[in-house]
DNA sequence: ATATCCCCCCGCCAGA
DNA sequence: ACTCTGGCGGGGGGAT
């Protein structure tokens, strides 16, 4: 049985605290538990340690029935329905049972569309993203989902631009991950976002996944990767989308925003400094691809996650 | 802010 | 027929 009042201490105590970011989590019957754990512990454990206003976190159930089965014997006693949702800054909605056939029920999708209308952020793991789609809230956007459901995703909304091949996807106040794992690297990108590199870092180290490790070597882009691989330059390329997922400066940009926000976190260097040693030739190009990968300037980044 | 250069990315096609 | 490779050229976006 999984009751959250009782496990996560602390954190319940202070869940009504207006000032916290809350976190809620609808639990439909059946519910995968692997993916339902992502973001119990994720978000569920007191890691106020690391992060002082570390976020507020319930579960709530969809169904009316007090007790919502889950596979493997478990069950969930939940305190609240869907109108949970209301009190939500950020919705987390879990992988969803037969996503393919089955529907969400209508108070759900009601509380989901109000709570996206007031604001709050909607993400989803796995096949939530059915609900998500079944909302509306998808509708020219775009999305992800597990691999072996993204066909299925795209037939049935095909307002929505399903993205396949992708861990996880930020469209601001929509976030959408692909199957299991992919949900624990969406929940460390939503810390990133709110409270920067170093504090998801920490939570990725404390849960003994690869942090997203800053590449920083920047300049062998020219020496010849193709080259070095016995390759040519478009099977080389080919084959790094295919292994990486993205083009190879694509990849790197991401590399050096993520060590600049980490050494404009941890250090005083100038931008220029930083700009300079994660391999960039002024700090105005650190600005434009910092501004495209992390949605904010670089001082703009420090005042907020510096201590 | 604007302009110009450069080169990355990707569609396309031919060949193995 | 199908898959993978490698080259070409244009468009687009980043760098200065």
Do not use: K, N
């Not at 609808?26 to 995968?32: F, I, L, N, S, Y």
């Not at 973001?39 to 002082?52: I, L, N, Q, T």
């Not at 941890?266 to 990968?293: D, K, P």
């Amino acid at each position: 049985m999984i009751e959250p009042e009782r496990t996560s201490g602390r954190i319940a105590d202070r869940r009504y605290v207006s000032a916290m970011h809350r976190v809620v989590v609808p639990v439909p019957p059946g519910a995968p538990v692997f993916e339902l754990a992502v973001p119990c512990e994720v978000f569920g454990r007191d890691r106020c340690d690391v992060v002082p206003d570390w976020y507020g976190f319930r579960l709530c159930r969809t169904e009316t029935a007090a007790r919502t089965e889950l596979p493997h014997g478990l069950s969930f006693d939940g305190d609240a329905g869907p109108e949970a949702l209301a009190t939500a800054d950020t919705v987390i909605v879990p992988a969803w049972p037969d996503p393919v056939g089955a529907t969400a029920p209508d108070d759900l999708i009601v509380a989901l569309q109000a709570a996206h209308a007031r604001g709050a952020r909607i993400a989803s793991i796995c096949s939530g993203a059915f609900v998500l789609a079944q909302a509306g809230l998808l509708d020219g956007r775009r999305a992800t989902t597990h691999w072996c459901y993204a066909e299925a995703l795209a037939a049935r909304f095909p307002r929505v631009r399903v993205e396949p091949d992708v861990l996880y996807i930020d469209e601001g106040d929509l976030l959408t991950s692909a199957g299991t794992a992919a949900g624990l690297d969406l929940c460390l990108h939503i810390i990133r976002r709110d409270h920067g590199a170093r504090a998801a870092a920490e939570i990725a180290r404390r849960l003994v996944v690869a942090p997203h490790r800053e590449g920083g070597q920047a300049q062998f882009v020219r020496a010849d990767l193709a080259e070095r691989a016995a390759m040519s330059p478009r099977t080389f390329a080919r084959a790094f989308v295919a292994a990486v997922g993205m083009p190879p400066m694509r990849w790197l940009s991401r590399r050096r925003v993520a060590a600049a926000q980490e050494l404009l976190e941890t250090t005083a260097l100038s931008v220029e400094q930083v700009a300079a040693r994660v391999g960039y030739g002024s700090a105005v190009s650190l600005r434009t691809q910092f501004g495209a990968v992390a949605g904010t300037a670089p001082t703009r980044y420090r005042r907020t996650f510096a201590r």
